[in-house]
């Protein structure tokens, strides 16, 4: 079982809609989540962090955490054709640990 | 502020060659962290080092290796290139001691091994 799982799309989204993105972790004690956003031939960009139960929002973008189900998400709202990317759901299983990635969602948004 | 610089950006190899990567980390980031990116596997954590020191490592064989210097640059080597090491090698900077997530990535070296 990988660490970090991911549906790895392509997620296809009409503009302005949402983009609910999903991300399960096996780690009970992983206490940090992040989404990275890469565009086609980019390098990863750190989008969000969340380390606490609950919701996060920066901007259009919105992290939700749920330890007990051990999942994260990220929603998009009013998606552009510029959020058309590979998202990343990144955990850190323990303190010290490595930054763990799953292996991405594809998301197209279609104008 | 300049982002981190990674050299070369493009290389070609033959199998049995070794390769050396170099990194450059944001100015005052002290920890430093390799991942390779392949389309099959994904991102896959190879090292981190803080202060010169190897902080973690990643489920690599041996020909792989790293090293930090006192500036906080970097250097990956690979020995005895095989043809599954063609990938895109990523390198991270972050102002912390380790354990975070908040990382920021170079462009990447790509390394194709012939």
Same mark, same amino acid.
């Given at each position: ?17 949402? /983009? ?14 992040? !989404? ?31 330890? /007990? ?8 709202? @009013?998606?552009?054709?510029? @959020? ?5 759901? /990144?955990?850190?299983? @323990?303190? !010290? ?5 799953? /292996? ?8 | 502020?300049?982002?981190?610089? =990674? ?13 050396? *990567? ?7 980031? $002290?920890?430093?962290?390799?991942? =390779? ?16 020191? =190897? ?7 041996? $020909? ?23 990938? *895109?090698? *990523? ?24």
């Amino acid at each position: 079982q990988k660490e970090v799982e991911q549906n790895s799309g392509p997620l296809s989204v009409p503009e302005g809609a949402i /983009a609910s993105l999903n991300c399960t972790y096996s780690d009970r004690v992983s206490q940090s989540f992040f !989404w990275y956003r890469q565009y086609s031939g980019k390098s990863p960009e750190l989008i969000m962090s969340i380390y606490s139960n609950g919701d996060k929002e920066d901007g259009r973008f919105t992290a939700q955490l749920n330890k /007990a189900s051990q999942y994260v998400s990220l929603l998009i709202r @009013d998606s552009q054709p510029s @959020d058309s990317a590979t998202y990343l759901c /990144a955990v850190i299983p @323990d303190s !010290w640990g490595k930054l763990q990635f799953g /292996a991405g969602t594809q998301v197209v948004v279609t104008p | 502020k300049a982002g981190v610089t =990674q050299t070369p950006r493009y290389l070609i190899k033959t199998r049995g060659q070794q390769v050396t *990567l170099s990194c450059s980390p944001i100015s005052g980031h $002290r920890s430093v962290s390799w991942y =390779q990116q392949t389309p099959g596997q994904g991102l896959q954590f190879l090292f981190e080092y803080f202060s010169e020191t =190897q902080r973690n490592k990643g489920n690599f064989p041996g $020909r792989f290796s790293g090293r930090q210097f006192s500036n906080s640059r970097s250097e990956m080597n690979v020995s005895t290139l095989e043809l599954g090491d063609s990938a *895109l090698y *990523l390198c991270a900077s972050s102002p912390d001691r380790g354990g975070t997530g908040e990382l920021f990535f170079g462009e990447g070296s790509r390394l194709t091994v012939l």
